[in-house]
């Protein structure tokens, strides 16, 4: 039986999506639940896994096309209907039954599992590391370049691979059409030779030379990356901001003593209780609402039109954007209503949306509507910097690193403190510096007034 898939709804307000990259052609079987497109909005890249187990027939839409959610995009035949799909393919009325071949409507994007790397180092024997030629007609290079192999992994091998210093593109993958799988990362890991001499800077056999590409996950030095979507997005907006938005910037010094204390006592059970960490970040968040709500300006956007002269916006939600790195990507997910939740809700939120934004699971939906953005430089040990703000906001704050500093105390002694640097990039259309430093000083006051004892 024939399976027509179509674009996939990434997002309860998304109308389309760009078909951005083929992991599978015409003729590759797939497994379920195994991906075989990515698929990019403006807002997230996400891969497609396969609702079906067989062979793709056909690919009806080309790389960076972008068609409205539901829109055919590619037709699967399933095990057990091959031979009938291949003699419908030969036949002149092919296409006809394409046409009428078996939606899948709605199409949602199932959680694929990924196995455990016990599992999969048990489930399948350990795979040679080659330099990617070998004499194997079922190699990876049989089935494609090194690229091809490169292409094929998931972002969960990917990410395996690089914690494990192992070259994808080298590995003969033992997965469906050479595909590389965790179990040959962890195998070439184990039998990789111990490293003697320090590498010579010149590129591995196996790398591209000057002038070829290379990936932004693995970057190639003297090669040219091309942007995907998310890049040029990312790119475009950034400039727009700063093209827009004149941006003016202030930083505070925080005593985060007693929360880093309070932080402490709590965490274990925390974690014990919920399966999040408890960081920082959500009684951070918390005193940031408080802030917003005591300079409700901060909580606005400047806005434009043709038709009307320009005006300032106060938006009714507070809606907090946080800024999450990935070695690929930014993404900004959004807590809504973000004034509404306890310290421990916003520890929930946010836990919940790094654990998806880590494992490619966000929505279109989770990146719109924020309305002001926390950034967490300090988990990579920034002591200060000057964010750019996010369109249609006011400003973006940021939480440095947290040191232990020699502090003169208001009795005149000396203590060690943990000491936090606070960061506010501003949109100067939207307040100035009054309405800014009264933000940064409230926000510090907060701070400094929360724990060490109370209730999450």
Not at 77 to 83: K, R
Not at 268 to 289: H, M, N, Q, S
Not at 299 to 312: E, G, H, R, W, Y
Not at 425 to 440: E, K, N, P, Q, T
Request: hydrophobic share 40%.
């Amino acid at each position: 039986m024939a399976t027509t898939i179509t674009m996939p709804q990434l997002g309860e307000t998304v109308t389309e999506g760009t078909v951005e990259r083929w992991l599978k052609k015409a003729g590759d079987t797939v497994e379920k639940y195994e991906a075989f497109l990515e698929v990019s909005t403006d807002k997230v890249n996400s891969e497609v896994p396969s609702p079906v187990t067989g062979t793709i027939r056909e690919l009806l839409v080309a790389e960076g096309t972008t068609v409205p959610t539901g829109t055919p995009i590619a037709i699967l035949d399933e095990v057990g209907a091959a031979t009938g799909a291949a003699a419908a393919a030969a036949s002149p009325d092919a296409m006809a039954e394409s046409a009428n071949a078996e939606p899948v409507p709605g199409f949602n994007i199932p959680q694929t599992p990924v196995p455990s790397a016990a599992e999969a180092v048990a489930a399948k024997p350990a795979p040679a590391l080659s330099n990617g030629h070998s004499t194997n007609g079922h190699s990876a290079a049989a089935q494609g370049t090194p690229e091809h192999a490169l292409r094929g992994a998931s972002p969960a091998v990917r990410k395996l691979a690089r914690e494990h210093h192992v070259d994808v593109r080298a590995l003969n993958g033992s997965g469906a059409k050479g595909r590389v799988t965790a179990d040959d990362v962890l195998a070439a890991a184990r039998t990789a030779p111990a490293p003697s001499a320090p590498a010579k800077p010149n590129a591995p056999a196996t790398a591209p030379g000057p002038g070829g590409t290379s990936s932004y996950g693995q970057p190639i030095p003297g090669t040219t990356i091309a942007l995907n979507s998310s890049r040029r997005i990312i790119a475009e907006r950034m400039v727009e901001s700063k093209h827009t938005a004149p941006h003016a910037w202030s930083m505070v010094e925080v005593d985060v003593t007693n929360v880093w204390k309070w932080r402490t006592r709590e965490k274990d059970r925390f974690e014990r209780d919920t399966g999040y960490k408890l960081t920082l970040l959500p009684f951070f968040i918390r005193a940031v609402v408080e802030s917003l709500a005591a300079f409700p300006l901060m909580n606005a956007k400047f806005v434009t039109a043709d038709a009307a002269p320009a005006s300032i916006y106060v938006h009714g939600d507070v809606n907090i954007g946080i800024a999450i790195g990935l070695p690929t990507n930014l993404v900004v997910p959004v807590i809504k209503k973000a004034d509404s939740l306890s310290i421990k809700g916003l520890a929930i939120a946010s836990g919940d949306l790094v654990d998806r934004a880590r494992k490619n699971k966000l929505s279109a939906d989770d990146l719109q509507g924020g309305t002001f953005t926390v950034n967490n430089n300090g988990a990579n040990g920034s002591y200060a910097s000057a964010p750019i703000i996010n369109g249609g906001q006011a400003g973006i704050v940021t939480m440095e690193t947290v040191v232990k500093k020699p502090v003169v105390t208001k009795d005149d002694a000396i203590a060690i403190r943990q000491i936090m640097n606070v960061c506010l990039s501003l949109d100067h259309r939207v307040v100035d510096g009054y309405v800014a430093s009264g933000f940064l000083a409230d926000l510090k006051k907060r701070l400094e007034a929360m724990g060490p004892e109370g209730a999450l």
